[in-house]
């Protein structure tokens, strides 16, 4: 049990962490559109299950898990965080590293991605936090997507997601 007054396990509000070795990460191949754009992302998770594995997929980008982009991976960072009450204090959390400059020099935040932890509305405190995210950065909302849940990320991305497919520039006219 935490004794510093925060709430979940330390992995949740510590952020990013660099590394362990240097090299690629494993994982799934990016998909061919993800060099599509004149803009690569980085898909930095805030914790753990946070989905930058299925959006760099489905987007295109680099997936960086919880690390921080390495020297060779796109600069251009997209925070990703789930919307449940430990995701959004791992995104403030994150979000506070770089107000003070503690995130890696050179690294561009250019927007927050929540990724819905359920189907259907926020509650009440939860959507009051995200509010809060907005009010510091651009924030693109990610819906509940039954089949990506079951693995099948060969669909369009999901309407509602139009603006990230537009600056991850995935987004072809009209999706």
Do not use: K
């Not at 890696?104 to 959507?127: C, I, M, N, S, T």
């Not at 950065?137 to 603006?163: F, I, K, N, Q, Y």
């Amino acid at each position: 049990m935490r004794t510093d007054g925060q709430l979940g396990p330390e992995i949740w509000i510590r952020g990013p962490v660099a590394a362990p070795h240097p090299g690629p990460r494993p994982g799934p191949p990016e998909p061919a559109h993800a060099s599509a754009g004149p803009r690569r992302h980085s898909f930095v998770g805030t914790h753990g299950g946070a989905g930058t594995s299925t959006l760099a997929t489905v987007y295109g980008g680099h997936d960086c898990g919880r690390d921080w982009p390495g020297p060779a991976d796109p600069r251009s960072v997209l925070l990703v965080a789930r919307t449940h009450a430990a995701g959004l204090h791992a995104a403030l959390h994150a979000l506070e590293l770089f107000r003070r400059g503690e995130a890696p020099p050179g690294l561009d935040l250019d927007a927050v991605v929540l990724v819905a932890d359920a189907p259907g509305r926020l509650p009440r405190p939860l959507a009051q936090r995200v509010r809060t995210i907005e009010s510091a950065v651009d924030v693109h909302r990610v819906p509940w997507v039954s089949a990506w849940r079951l693995g099948d990320l060969t669909g369009p991305p999901p309407r509602e997601t139009r603006d990230l497919a537009r600056l991850t520039a995935t987004a072809s006219p009209g999706r």
